[in-house]
């Protein structure tokens, strides 16, 4: 579904990656694992259109190849195929969970009041109904996680990209959190590259991409 060839990326004279060729599958869950500094954030930041590649590399979705659009086509395309969750849930303080939510899909086009639906909709499906209203320092860190999550998914994005996504949480937010993203993989057929050090989210995913001094060292995939 999501293919990276020869991804290279300097920050002056540091070459933080050396030839990356990735490919993520659809429905599943890969993990990106390795120790700080082998280049697992700024492979994500490429695959999400974040931030380019050197010339030369490629990243495509399906048939689409992102790498050769201009930065209007691909703010649209980030938009309504990818969705992004962080280490720090990055909901803006003045609005509600809901109107953070739905927020992506009115950048998007869609009308408010439909927005606000979708967004509703997939509150109530992660257990933050009755949280709607409130606003992100009302709330806990792995409700505000949750919340993340369906602000992610309100476009119904091809791919969700997580970088270290339980890392603030504690150990009672991770697992939940940790079993929302396979809940989601089984229910709706969601795709997930998951950068993390979280050895239990990892070592359940789908596909385990170990990453090494700006390169990939080795692949695992569930049978």
Same mark, same amino acid.
């Given at each position: 579904?999501?293919?990276?060839?020869?991804?290279?990326?300097?920050?002056?004279?540091?070459?933080?990656?050396?030839?990356?060729?990735?490919?993520?599958?659809?429905?599943?869950?890969?993990?990106?694992?390795?120790?700080?500094?082998?280049?697992?954030?700024?492979?994500?930041?490429?695959?999400?259109?974040?931030?380019?590649?050197?010339?030369?590399?490629?990243?495509?979705?399906?048939?689409?190849?992102?790498?050769?659009?201009?930065?209007?086509?691909?703010?649209?395309?980030?938009?309504?195929?990818?969705?992004?969750?962080?280490?720090?849930?990055?909901?803006?303080?003045?609005?509600?969970?809901?109107?953070?939510?739905?927020?992506?899909?009115?950048?998007?086009? *869609?009308?408010?009041?439909?927005?606000? /639906?979708?967004? +509703?909709?997939?509150?109530?499906?992660?257990? @933050?109904? #009755? &949280?709607? %209203?409130?606003?992100?320092?009302?709330?806990?860190?792995?409700?505000?996680?949750?919340?993340?999550?369906?602000?992610?998914?309100?476009?119904?994005?091809?791919?969700?990209?997580?970088?270290?996504? *339980?890392?603030?949480?504690?150990?009672? /937010?991770?697992? +939940?959190?940790?079993?929302?993203?396979?809940? @989601?993989? #089984? &229910?709706? %057929?969601?795709?997930?590259?998951?950068?993390?050090?979280?050895?239990?989210?990892?070592?359940?995913?789908?596909?385990?991409?170990?990453?090494?001094?700006?390169?990939?060292?080795?692949?695992?995939?569930?049978?």
């Amino acid at each position: 579904m999501l293919q990276a060839r020869n991804i290279h990326k300097r920050f002056g004279d540091l070459e933080v990656l050396k030839g990356i060729d990735i490919c993520i599958p659809q429905g599943k869950v890969t993990a990106i694992v390795g120790p700080s500094g082998a280049g697992k954030t700024t492979l994500l930041q490429i695959l999400g259109t974040l931030s380019a590649p050197e010339a030369g590399g490629s990243v495509t979705y399906d048939s689409v190849e992102v790498t050769a659009m201009n930065d209007r086509r691909l703010s649209r395309f980030r938009n309504r195929n990818i969705g992004f969750v962080f280490q720090f849930h990055q909901l803006l303080p003045e609005f509600t969970l809901l109107e953070n939510v739905a927020l992506p899909a009115m950048i998007a086009g *869609t009308a408010r009041k439909e927005a606000e /639906n979708k967004a +509703a909709d997939l509150l109530e499906r992660l257990g @933050l109904a #009755d &949280r709607s %209203g409130h606003r992100p320092d009302q709330l806990s860190g792995g409700e505000c996680q949750r919340a993340a999550v369906a602000r992610a998914l309100v476009n119904n994005p091809r791919i969700i990209l997580a970088d270290e996504p *339980t890392g603030s949480l504690d150990s009672t /937010n991770r697992q +939940a959190l940790h079993s929302l993203f396979y809940e @989601l993989r #089984d &229910r709706l %057929g969601a795709t997930f590259a998951i950068v993390t050090h979280d050895e239990q989210l990892a070592a359940d995913a789908d596909l385990i991409v170990r990453m090494a001094d700006g390169k990939i060292v080795g692949t695992t995939a569930k049978a």
